[in-house]
């Protein structure tokens, strides 16, 4: 098989939704979302098994019901950096928010992460849509959807300007010319947009991969649109074999429609995969798992947050799904509009979305070593994937993966046995974006 | 002498002001200014040398006539972050603007240097007064003086409420009580002042030194009177010796007028040493940088940042200072309105204005290792700073400190020959902050 499968890393701390009671695991240190060592351990590990990339994700508001890992955990570019100068060759992804960050605050921070690690950064764009991180920024209400992604797409337009500022040939530092700059290598932006107004150019210049790999997140018809849009990498939502295959048909056609290239979009699925000895095993591990993480009351509270921190306690769970469409209509929650509708078109009671929800964070991977080598050749064979983020509970579980199901996949011909690049870029198979302004000076001189 | 002396090391890369040609030193990497090794080896050679932390400076602007070092460098809390993991008692300082980032980036930043660091984090406040800078944050012209200096100082007190979020006790983390965090030890903010609504809490808890070191550069009135307020660190603008004496003990009043122990604000100048085999060789090879570096057209682009990039070019150098008082009123660029002020006071000529300013930047401590710290003594105990930020144009010059001058000052009874603590403030003498709802609950209990 010629299509290489990638591999990134999910580190989810003391735990993340739907694993309240990890913390509770012996083997779990109590700090472990605020050890910068857990994060350096994990990276040592996923770079020791070759996997692509460290993938962090985030968020800014919390109350006292949020998973332990959201409660308390470093911020995503100060962590990477960090992990930068203690690996070699994995990429670093880093969830930052277009929706309450400067484009040229992001634009210099992820080029410098880009720098310190040799060309290894990626920022996965998200946009913030609950009222309690806007609330931590100044406004009383979240932005609506459409302007939520309008910013996005722009702060990403705007980002990728700044960090062409320099062309790759503009520091000669030449002694003898006494020419340390080639000043006409230096371009300002001037970009006066809906929604930014950023003149540049950015101080700083580009790094071995050109520009960070732009990763993102969408699952609305809108999110979908963006990722076919800028993205080159997307952390998509899971589900079944099936859901998977639409999903991924779909982000590549879209990507075509855009005129991209279909292969230049790395598809992610979250793989939080496990495995034991034998099949059986890990099929008990697996049911002990979920029943301990989605008792009903958390499974609720979380389905609650899609619809802004919305309290279901109240209801009965065995009525049909209770009428909240003006939560879901609020700033244009679009996963919470998906449920709605689908509780409405199937006839679900409130326990049966929330059961639903539940499975669809159930990962397909259980199993022994041989089983989950198999099961994620038939899934990447049917294209669902290009890559899989994988979360562990325990550095056991990791070793686990790594010891026993990665040399299975590389037998299969479907992992890589030695890194191709230095670079993020180059290990995903992804080109590195000619600067826009020697493209456009080698366009005019023919 | 009981006062302990403190050093802090700033790195200028390539060159910064008045650094326009160490580029060309074929000691110099071309590339220092944004090669994280290069920074990685400073801060092990201030650790080595026990020096109290590592000072880095920002800006967001450039074009093509700014000094090397700005043109293209590390984004400061990245740098120091990749720093905090390759160093173990080293302070990590950073600066950020309060005009351009939002507090609860701000907060959540320099608490995950904190928290990577093992307490080690300090935050140099800045207020941005370019139109160059403002006009990269969808302004077309910086903010005035009274609102830059205000939102400064809500800043950080939003800053301080949100990194007090959390007790120090707020997490048990005890499976038998089934208790990871104890709800009552978590606080909002619910800041709403003039210049932000903040309603927290922040997703991040205090690390061994409480909070991290606010420093801060007042030179103007209001910059005195905001550092005496809420700095704990100043990076002081030097001069002669009665220039510092006046700054020190002003400011040291300033802030026993605010009800703090002046003890609590560590005043830091800039030192800028040459060392050298002898006085003669040292004071040789001062004049021959100092006259390298400060060449009228460069004195004169450097001049000119203080009126707003301000072109002196057209003027005769030996006629009045120009008449441009419109310049520094502009958005109350207090700098450019005491060089004004001095210039009509002592009816000074363009050249005289331009040449004292570059001599005000040159260092006092010049000669061989025995001189440089008998003048280190001298002024130390004139009261003039608590410590110095000392930059050296190559490793070579360094080395030549920390062999032959760092010794003197410990035999002297001047310098730590261990450090103190683990964290920054430890080393600084600085107190750790009691968190402020665990002080009110003591004042409420009695």
Redesign the interface.
């Given at each position: 098989m010629s299509r290489k499968l990638h591999l990134a890393l999910h580190p989810y701390g003391?735990g993340g939704p739907g694993q309240h009671g990890l913390?509770?695991d012996p083997r779990v240190a109590?700090?472990a979302s605020?050890?910068?060592g857990y994060y350096?351990r994990q990276a040592e590990a996923a770079e020791h098994a070759l996997f692509d990339a460290l993938f962090i994700v985030d968020?800014?508001?919390?109350?006292?019901t949020y998973p332990?890992h959201?409660?308390?955990?470093?911020?995503p570019?100060?962590?990477l950096?960090?992990v930068?100068?203690?690996t070699r060759h994995l990429g670093l992804v880093g969830t930052a928010s277009s929706t309450?960050?400067?484009p040229?605050?992001l634009a210099?921070?992820f080029?410098?992460?880009d720098?310190?690690s040799g060309g290894r950064a990626g920022w996965n764009v998200v946009t913030s849509f609950d009222t309690?991180t806007a609330?931590?920024?100044?406004?009383?209400e979240h932005l609506d959807y459409t302007t939520r992604y309008g910013r996005a797409l722009e702060s990403v337009e705007v980002i990728r300007g700044l960090w062409d500022s320099?062309e790759d040939d503009a520091?000669p530092?030449d002694?003898e010319r006494?020419l340390?700059?080639d000043?006409d290598k230096?371009h300002a932006l001037e970009h006066r947009g809906e929604h930014?107004?950023?003149?540049?150019?950015l101080?700083?210049?580009r790094s071995p991969q050109g520009q960070p790999v732009i990763f993102q997140a969408g699952v609305s018809e809108e999110g979908r649109d963006l990722a076919a849009r800028v993205a080159e990498g997307i952390y998509a939502p899971g589900g079944s074999l099936a859901q998977a295959q639409e999903y991924y048909a779909d982000i590549k056609r879209r990507t075509a429609a855009h005129g991209r290239d279909p292969e230049h979009i790395k598809i992610f699925i979250n793989g939080g995969p496990v495995v034991a000895a034998t099949d059986e095993a890990a099929r008990l591990r697996e049911r002990e798992i979920f029943e301990e993480d989605n008792d009903l009351e958390r499974s609720l509270a979380l389905l609650g947050r899609s619809f802004g921190a919305y309290d279901f306690t109240g209801h009965d769970l065995d009525a049909p799904f209770p009428d909240i469409a003006h939560l879901a209509e609020k700033g244009g929650r679009t996963a919470a509009g998906k449920i709605i509708e689908r509780a409405r078109t199937e006839n679900l009671t409130l326990r049966q979305v929330v059961t639903s929800a539940s499975e669809f964070r159930r990962s397909p991977f259980v199993g022994a070593p041989a089983t989950v080598a198999e099961t994620i050749e038939k899934w990447f064979a049917a294209g669902t994937f290009d890559g899989i983020n994988l979360a562990f509970r325990t550095f056991e579980e990791l070793d686990l993966f790594v010891d026993g199901v990665v040399p299975l996949l590389q037998e299969r011909g479907l992992f890589r046995t030695e890194y191709e690049a230095d670079t993020l870029r180059g290990n995903l198979g992804l080109p590195v974006p000619e600067n826009r302004h020697t493209a456009a000076r080698r366009a005019a001189q023919g």
């Open positions: 003391v913390w509770k109590k700090d605020i050890d910068i350096l968020s800014q508001f919390i109350n006292a332990p959201y409660l308390n955990r470093l911020e570019l100060t962590l950096s960090a930068a100068v203690r309450y960050n400067s040229f605050n210099r921070r080029a410098s992460l720098h310190i309690g609330r931590n920024y100044g406004l009383d320099y520091f530092a002694p006494g340390f700059l000043p230096l930014f107004k950023v003149a540049g150019p101080n700083l210049s």
